[in-house]
């Protein structure tokens, strides 16, 4: 059994008394089933409250909160004491109410076992059936080992080293005996990496979105392959700023969504050009696909069939101008590719 012992998101639960003890609750146009810590759409429902197993809960409501898809439901019911109460709980985007631990590479991670043995931290690519499984891969950057020479004492596992990506936990013990993957995980984010993903409308959430001197960035911009309609950005949307950090050390690579990337009349992108002003990249018939400026305005131009510019949408990334072009020499293999490495879309904290 293991238990993080730190917590980047934890779930909140909140019980409010209702002023009286009124049953007869209206039916409401957005109510929501709750099963298994998710939520989907459904009809007037019944459920089982805190401490309750007679179903006395009734209507839920589903409200969004915020930008990046989170919602809370509430619902009528009687609490654990006999009391009419309100209840109230927030879930994240994807219906789950408490989120993997997220931290920069070179972090600690702290964890406790309930049993002595070891401590795994496995990558999400590894099919882990066995602790030689793990063990045995190669890619040591994808796993860390740590002794538990005392049950239920935190234990630190430094992350230095390691690839960004989302991380499951396991605890052999003494006998050898490998548990089932813990709860939630660990993503564990590249600071390097910056994802500003144009297909679901988020971008990365680190290092108080602001670009380094000392650091040298792979920007990754995830477009559709196939098409140049905006997404939905919710309540906001994540800009970057000090961009005038920016330059050749950097690079900014334009990613399909799972295949090449299709631009001006339906040809593919086969071509990047760097300018003082704007990075492109282009289709044979020199028709431009994408393209950002300095000063961080995107475009995504697709016409699917003949007429140029007939589907296309912009899109601020960033404030202020690079230093110099990232892109500047820069061979058309190293800044176009048809999907995002595995695990960005999961350690980045994309909101």
């Known amino acids: 059994l293991i238990a993080l012992m730190i917590c980047s998101s934890v779930y909140r639960f909140f019980i409010v008394k209702s002023p009286s003890r009124k049953v007869n609750w209206k039916s409401h146009r957005r109510h929501g089933l709750v099963l298994g810590g998710k939520v989907t759409k459904g009809g007037r429902i019944k459920l089982e409250g805190d401490g309750r197993t007679d179903g006395n809960d009734y209507l839920p409501q589903i409200t969004t909160a915020g930008g990046a898809g989170g ?9 654990s004491g006999g009391d009419n109460s309100v209840f109230v ?32 931290l496995a990558h999400e690519l590894i099919n882990v059936t066995s602790v030689e499984s793990i063990t045995g ?23 230095g080293g390691m690839a960004g990506g989302h991380y499951n936990i396991y605890s052999v013990d003494a006998a050898g005996n ?19 993903d144009l297909v679901r409308g988020v971008s990365s959430n680190h290092s108080a979105r602001s670009f380094y001197d000392n650091v040298s960035y792979d920007i990754y911009i995830r477009v559709d392959s196939d098409g140049a309609q905006a997404p939905d ?11 005038n950090n920016l330059g050749a050390d ?6 399909g969504s799972g295949g090449e990337i ?24 020199a028709g431009r696909a994408a393209w950002v400026t300095r000063g961080g305005k995107f475009s995504r131009s697709y016409d699917g069939g003949g007429y140029i510019n007939s589907y ?40």
């Not at 919602?71 to 609490?79: E, N, R």
């Not at 631990?101 to 002595?116: K, W």
């Not at 890619?139 to 935190?154: G, I």
């Open 250 to 255: 950097d690079t900014i690579i334009l990613v």
């Open 178 to 196: 490998l548990s089932a993957a813990a709860d939630y995980g660990v993503d564990i984010r590249d600071l390097k990496v910056v994802v500003f």
């Open 89 to 120: 709980q927030q879930f994240y985007q994807d219906g789950s109410m408490v989120q993997p631990l997220s931290v920069a590479i070179g972090a600690t991670v702290t964890v406790r076992s309930t049993e002595v043995g070891t401590i795994y």
């Open 312 to 351: 296309q949408f912009s899109k601020d990334l960033w404030n202020g101008n690079w230093g110099a072009n990232p892109n500047s020499g820069e061979a058309l293999g190293a800044v176009l590719m048809t999907a995002l490495p595995a695990g960005f879309l999961t350690s980045q904290g994309l909101n």
């Open 233 to 243: 950005y919710g309540d906001g949307w994540g800009m970057w700023n000090n961009a």
């Open 71 to 79: 919602f809370a439901v509430s619902w009528h019911g009687v609490d």
């Open 262 to 285: 299709l631009g001006s009349k339906n040809g593919l992108v086969n071509d990047a050009r760097a300018s003082a002003g704007a990075a492109q990249w282009r289709t044979a018939d």
């Open 137 to 159: 891969n190669e890619f040591t950057y994808l796993w860390r080992a740590t002794t538990v020479s005392a049950a239920n004492t935190d234990i630190n596992i430094a992350t």
